[in-house]
């Protein structure tokens, strides 16, 4: 096969057709492009990210938030300016924003030449085909709540770490989240294909799994009638190769004694849970639908802390939300000064249509934004200080870049694409391995270290 667009292939004398492919939105969603590459990869196209001469661009959409689906449109847009030009090709939408507004997006955006839903990315070739022998437009949309669709990826993340769905779509119904709606209800892959993926990636060099679903805890309880996230947990951690195993999106009250115990007995799952609490008041808790209060809350972080020593938690926090006042607000506030979360990501509240959020009262749009950045403001000196604490620990670390003397790389405290790197300075450092590196200090708010020979007790 040829590796430029409009070449001849001498073997089968058909001209090979270049698609790119533009990821946008969530470490789900990647997963999903690397699926559709593959697919694409097996049909004989050559697939690349660079859209610059390629016959067709698909674009995974993502319109979780306002701010994603502004991303989405002006990538379109954009890239239908590109193709005027004649620098690309025909315009693919595929997704989420796709899913979301399947019945007037073709009309509103004549740009597109087709659109295929959430519920069909293993049909991406099929939408390729059309759209480049013809000018239709199809518009394919599959089932949202069909079993989740099992294909090959081509890994895009790094040689040495990706992510893999354990589950699809989700059945919490928050009251600010479209996701149901988009994406369908909670299903998750039987566990065998789990653990064969997982062996698939360890044979490619992968040493960090991250294991991603709108809700890992609910794991299994649709497909075996039981929560199976500790059972699956066991089985990755016997696939040889895999060294780190990272959890993300754990719903707080499906956290159990049984998976604590296995997250805290496996050296393999490093210490690092992703717990998207959203808020401590009690009252905007229920506004919003979520299970649990604020005593259960703080009881969870007491629990995982005396269990798991050195664990290290990540949450989400959204400012604004509707019921939210000062008085909730500072409640937040000393939440984060009180509890000192380490990692946590801060959103201003999106309402997003559809939603029974969206409906509700709400504080203006500068207030959640100022309310948020305070916040912002807040975790920060927390995570300063967390990092001050840090100093002297050795930690391994996956160094994944650098050369000349400084490297990059994450421990088990930094999760990938969120979280930021430790600097590692030192000679002859190897790039997609381990090192024990001892951490001496701080620069631009991140850590820095040198090579050691001797691992501290937290990984």
């Not at 847009?77 to 989420?96: P, Y």
């Not at 024990?436 to 937290?458: H, K, L, M, N």
Request: aromatic fraction near 6%; glycine fraction near 10%.
């Amino acid at each position: 096969m040829t590796t430029k667009s409009g070449e001849m292939n001498t073997n089968s004398g058909i001209m090979t057709k270049k698609v790119a492919l533009v990821s946008l939105g969530c470490a789900k969603n990647l997963v999903n492009s690397e699926q559709m590459m593959y697919l694409l990869r097996e049909a004989g196209y050559e697939v690349t990210g660079e859209t610059f001469g390629a016959d067709a661009v698909v674009i995974n959409t993502c319109t979780f938030i306002e701010s994603a689906k502004t991303e989405a449109i002006e990538t379109i847009l954009e890239l239908a300016g590109e193709r005027n030009e004649g620098k690309t090709g025909k315009i693919i939408v595929a997704g989420c924003l796709a899913e979301r507004y399947k019945a007037e997006i073709l009309e509103e955006m004549p740009e597109i030449d087709a659109i295929v839903g959430v519920g069909s990315f293993d049909r991406i070739v099929d939408a390729v085909k059309e759209t480049l022998k013809s000018e239709a437009r199809p518009a394919i949309f599959g089932n949202i709540n069909a079993p989740v669709s099992e294909s090959g990826r081509v890994i895009t993340s790094s040689p040495v770490w990706t992510y893999i769905k354990i589950a699809e779509g989700c059945d919490n119904r928050c009251a600010f989240c479209i996701i149901p709606d988009i994406r369908g209800r909670f299903r998750s892959r039987k566990q065998e294909e789990i653990i064969k993926e997982a062996k698939e990636l360890a044979g490619r060099g992968i040493k960090e799994l991250i294991i991603v679903a709108q809700d890992v805890t609910r794991y299994g309880l649709d497909l075996y009638g039981e929560r199976r996230l500790a059972r699956l947990l066991d089985g990755l951690c016997g696939v040889g190769g895999i060294e780190w195993i990272r959890l993300h999106y754990l719903y707080p009250d499906q956290i159990d004694d049984e998976l604590i115990d296995v997250i805290a007995e496996n050296d393999k799952i490093v210490k690092y849970l992703d717990i998207p609490f959203q808020h401590i008041n009690d009252g905007i808790l229920r506004t919003m639908h979520r299970r649990g209060t604020a005593g259960e809350i703080r009881a969870l972080i007491e629990k995982l802390r005396a269990r798991i020593p050195g664990v290290v938690l990540r949450t989400s926090l959204i400012a604004g939300l509707p019921g939210e006042g000062e008085k909730e607000f500072e409640e937040l506030c000393g939440f984060l000064q009180e509890v000192r979360i380490e990692r946590a990501g801060i959103f201003a509240y999106s309402p997003e249509e559809g939603t029974a959020a969206a409906l509700m009262d709400r504080p203006d749009p500068e207030v959640a934004a100022r309310r948020a950045e305070l916040l912002s403001d807040i975790q920060a000196r927390v995570m300063d200080e967390y990092n001050e604490t840090r100093i002297g620990n050795v930690v391994a670390v996956l160094v994944e870049g650098g050369g000349n003397g400084r490297y990059y790389g994450r421990s088990f405290a930094e999760s990938p694409e969120v979280d930021g790197y430790i600097t590692v300075i030192g000679k002859s450092v190897e790039v997609n391995g381990f090192s024990d590196v001892r951490i001496t200090g701080i620069e631009d708010g991140e850590p820095v270290g040198v090579p050691c020979q001797r691992r501290s007790a937290f990984y």
